[in-house]
Every structure is written in C-alpha cells, then in structure tokens.
C-alpha cells in the first residue's frame, strides 16, 4: 500500500468511525427525514446540548453532516445522503445474522 492509498484508508476509517457510535447513527437516519435543529435533538435523546452538539461535530467533520447558523440555532442536515446505503447495507448483515443464529437455536 502506497502513502496515497494508506491516507485514503486512514479517511474511510475516520467515517466509519464517527458512524459506529449509536446516538451519531441514530442522528444520521434522521437527518434522512431532512434538516433538523440541534434542539429537536436535545429534546428526544437524553443528553445535554454540550454533548448533542459535539456528536454532530464529529459527523461534520468527517463530511456527513453540514451546518447552517440561523441566529441562535443550528441546523444540521445530510451532506451525503449516500451514507445510507451503508447503514442499510449494515441493517441488512445485523438481520441476517439474526435470523442464522435464531436457526440455530
């Protein structure tokens, strides 16, 4: 592996990365629906606004999410709605293996 193609991997890592925490992935499938304020956030998952906000930090910069600063509240919405075929890839293998290991039982 050449430097170039080691800085590739070390960049898909890092998404892959900021999508393997429950509350960032959950944030992802909602952003589907369109953009939401980091508000609608704080009020459904149970965490402060510090935290809510540094989730969606990590999605930013790794290229997810984007941000638009209305006054006071932040908006946040998909910048590559694309990830969601991965999430949907993963949803699909979590099944699957459930229904073998269900078999087996």
Request: charged share 30%.
């Amino acid at each position: 592996m050449n430097k170039k193609e080691k800085q590739l991997f070390e960049a898909k890592a890092k998404v892959l990365k900021a999508l393997a925490h429950p509350t960032r992935l959950w944030m992802v499938e909602q952003l589907v629906a369109g953009e939401k304020c980091v508000c609608e956030f704080v009020e459904v998952i149970d965490a402060d606004f510090s935290t809510i906000s540094k989730h969606l930090s990590v999605l930013k910069q790794v290229g997810i999410v984007n941000d638009d600063k209305r006054g006071k509240q932040v908006f946040y919405k998909l910048k590559t709605p694309c990830v969601m075929k991965f999430v949907n890839c993963v949803e699909s293998v979590v099944k699957s293996e459930a229904k073998s290991k269900a078999s087996l039982l």
